[in-house]
């Protein structure tokens, strides 16, 4: 029996040791099957086959690869379509918070959150332009790049007067705001109008 | 972590990311030209009906199409 006791206490340290930090670090065939669920199936009910997890239904995540790669993969999601699916490219720009962030094939694992600014696009020699209205982009060790937006429009499909128009409002709305949340949703749209002046001007 | 970093002016001001969120991309859909401004808004409109219940059963529905609210 202690000497049951003795094995049973060794095996958790284990357990502890294999958790990883990133799941990209994790060899790819790991990830198509939900090893820890059918092994506790297996064990509880041998006769049955374990059922399919959502896991194995997904594609694995590709591996990081050991050189940087020459291209960048991007996919670029609308709450209500795809705009870009893994397509291949040079270069995005991206309207993060913190500035215009360049994201090139090899970029560091990020995660930031997007401002109404200009996202572009570059592949070979041409550039698509989209003003996003606010969103994250996710850039994954393995030069793949994740971009969610709520409302991302090309900039032909804007009108500059209305956005005049709308810049001309809210400043005036914000001089005559009284609460904090009147205040807020002014500056809001204050900035809003003011990206897309830029983006229609610049 | 930083506990006191910068919080964003609509956090400060009592605003959830979502609502801020939204906002942007009304005001955003606002400035299109006509036929797309079109077809964003119907594209966003909502239509749902709500009853109110009572002792376990629904009095009677309301259908309610407004457009979006923030």
Request: charged share 20%.
């Given at each position: 029996m202690l000497r049951q006791a003795s094995r049973l206490l060794a095996r958790p340290p284990r357990l502890a040791a294999r958790?990883?930090?990133?799941?990209?670090?994790?060899?790819?065939?790991?990830?198509?099957?939900d090893a820890t669920f059918t092994e506790a199936w297996n064990k509880v009910i041998p006769n049955i086959d374990p059922p399919k997890t959502p896991l194995s239904f997904m594609q694995p995540r590709p591996p990081t690869p050991s050189s940087i790669p020459s291209k960048l993969t991007v996919n670029f999601v609308l709450p209500y379509a795809?705009?870009?699916?893994t397509k291949e490219v040079d270069m995005v720009i991206v309207p993060a918070t913190t500035g215009q962030m360049g994201v090139l094939p090899g970029h560091v694992a990020t995660i930031a959150e997007l401002k109404p600014g200009v996202l572009s696009v570059h592949e070979g020699n041409e550039v698509t332009k989209y003003f996003v209205s606010s969103g994250f982009v996710f850039i994954h060790a393995n030069s793949f790049a994740d971009i969610i937006a709520v409302e991302a429009v090309p900039?032909?499909?804007?009108?500059a007067n209305l956005v005049q128009k709308g810049l001309a409002e809210f400043t005036l709305k914000l001089s005559s705001a009284t609460t904090d949340l009147e205040k807020a949703e002014a500056q809001i749209g204050i900035d809003v109008h003011s990206a897309l002046n830029s983006a229609l001007t610049g | 972590m930083a506990s006191n970093a910068a919080v964003p002016f609509w956090r400060a001001a009592g605003m959830t990311y979502i609502t801020y969120s939204n906002i942007c991309a009304n005001l955003v859909r606002n400035c299109l030209k006509e036929p797309y401004k079109a077809e964003a808004l119907s594209r966003e409109k909502v239509h749902f009906s709500i009853s109110k219940w009572t002792d376990g059963k629904p009095e009677k529905a309301t259908l309610r199409s407004d457009s979006p609210d923030e």
């Open positions: 958790a990883r930090p990133f799941s990209t670090d994790l060899p790819a065939a790991d990830q198509t099957a795809s705009a870009l699916a900039l032909d499909q804007l009108d | -």
